[in-house]
């Protein structure tokens, strides 16, 4: 009998991936699903963004390849918007790479980084991409609980105190996905100390730095002086712009860590297609009213979500950003944890969720709930959790009783 795969053992079934067979399931049957569980703009990309990429395809030189680490405009765009935006200067030419997204741009990091056996420190719970970009590039994964900033932080020296070999990458990602938290400057400059005392690398996951509600844009971590000595970041117009399928993203920062990530893409990709860079550019050095169009979007979800789901008996904490909300399981189902929790929700209440433990052991207690439908389809939602709720006892004695005769 064949072996299974070395790298493939290494991970796990994907948690998520539960939920996701009882949706298609019940979808294939007629049913209507209200889907709060995979982060996936349903916004339409603005429309000066799709004519730039139409009228570059037309180009009959547009289908020839492109250039791995982004072409020359799309690479000064993202140095433009770090300027603009955080006021952090950035070399187009070796502090920029333009990426497949975030997560491709997360991943080859990893591959570019890692030695067998490396440790890494991770948040958890965290993005999946955080920690297996890294496992699937032959690292160990020290976690770190991180249900708070602070928690987090508190625990940085401990983990290194208990690592061996002594870890080489500190990973860090606010606004969180899924916990939906973010952090000022003083925090960035707690993690660069204890980087520099430890000897780490950093990496900042920013990818929903548009995505906010309050008058505090989030920071950069590379707006503390000296950040790039040690520092990466990785960023993306996904949610920004509603461009999640357009595959843009971008690492900025150290450039040595930049050069190692070019190094590894050169024999991996050719870059995204041509006209998708050239759009891309155009939507980091066009208007940004759209940006501030969708952010209001998300704000007014938020607010319906909070709102309705608390007159139905779920009260959800306001998320401060991104476009996650981070859900306590409400108190009838606590014992049954996040994942029954995500999976009845979808059965008895047509209503889907990511349950927390997809995120690591201590999202255990919490589902994330996606801004991903339409305002009206939030009440709708919220009126089908209030009878899910008001009839708990009986669809948990339902359902132990079906795992009982499994």
Not at 83 to 91: A, D, P, S
Not at 102 to 116: D, V
Not at 187 to 198: I, N, T
Not at 235 to 245: E, F
Request: proline content about 7%; charged content about 20%; aromatic content about 8%.
């Amino acid at each position: 009998m064949t072996p299974e795969f070395h790298r493939i053992r290494r991970l796990p079934p994907y948690v998520l991936e539960e939920v996701n067979r009882i949706k298609a399931r019940m979808r294939a049957e007629g049913v209507d699903i209200i889907d709060f569980g995979m982060g996936n703009p349903d916004m339409p990309t603005p429309k000066h963004i799709v004519d730039k990429l139409i009228e570059t395809a037309r180009d009959p030189k547009a289908g020839r390849y492109s250039a791995s680490k982004g072409i020359i405009g799309l690479r000064r765009a993202m140095a433009g918007y770090y300027e603009r935006r955080f006021g952090v200067k950035l070399n187009p030419d070796t502090e920029v790479i333009a990426t497949l997204g975030s997560k491709e741009g997360f991943a080859n990091l990893a591959q570019a980084l890692t030695a067998p056996g490396d440790v890494i420190i991770c948040p958890n719970p965290a993005y999946p991409i955080h920690a297996y970009g890294f496992i699937m590039a032959g690292g160990v994964i020290r976690h770190v609980p991180a249900l708070s900033p602070e928690e987090y932080l508190s625990g940085i020296s401990r983990a290194v105190k208990h690592s061996a070999p002594p870890p080489s990458v500190l990973i860090v990602s606010y606004p969180s996905n899924p916990t939906a938290q973010c952090v000022d400057l003083d925090f960035y400059r707690e993690v660069l100390s204890l980087a520099r005392k430890h000897d780490l690398l950093v990496i900042s996951d920013i990818a929903y730095s548009e995505i906010y509600f309050d008058d505090n844009p989030p920071p950069s971590i590379l707006q503390i002086e000296g950040a790039k000595d040690i520092a990466v970041e990785v960023n993306s117009l996904s949610k920004t712009y509603a461009m999640a399928g357009w595959r843009v993203g971008m690492v900025v920062g150290n450039e040595r860590m930049c050069s190692a990530l070019a190094r590894v893409k050169s024999y991996l990709d050719y870059g995204a297609y041509t006209p998708i860079q050239v759009a891309a550019a155009a939507a980091l050095n066009g208007p940004q009213d759209c940006v501030a169009e969708i952010r209001s979007i998300y704000k007014a979800r938020r607010d319906t979500l909070v709102g309705a789901m608390k007159r139905a008996g779920w009260d959800i904490p306001a998320p401060p950003a991104s476009m996650f909300a981070w859900a306590p399981v409400p108190e009838q189902f606590k014992e049954a944890g996040s994942m029954l929790f995500a999976k009845l929700l979808v059965e008895e209440a047509g209503v889907a969720v990511a349950p927390g433990v997809g995120f690591g052991e201590y999202g255990e207690g919490y589902v994330r709930v996606g801004l991903v439908e339409n305002e009206h389809r939030i009440r709708q939602a919220a009126r089908n959790v209030k009878k899910f709720l008001a009839n708990a006892d009986e669809i948990l004695g339902r359902a132990h009783n079906t795992l009982a005769a499994q």
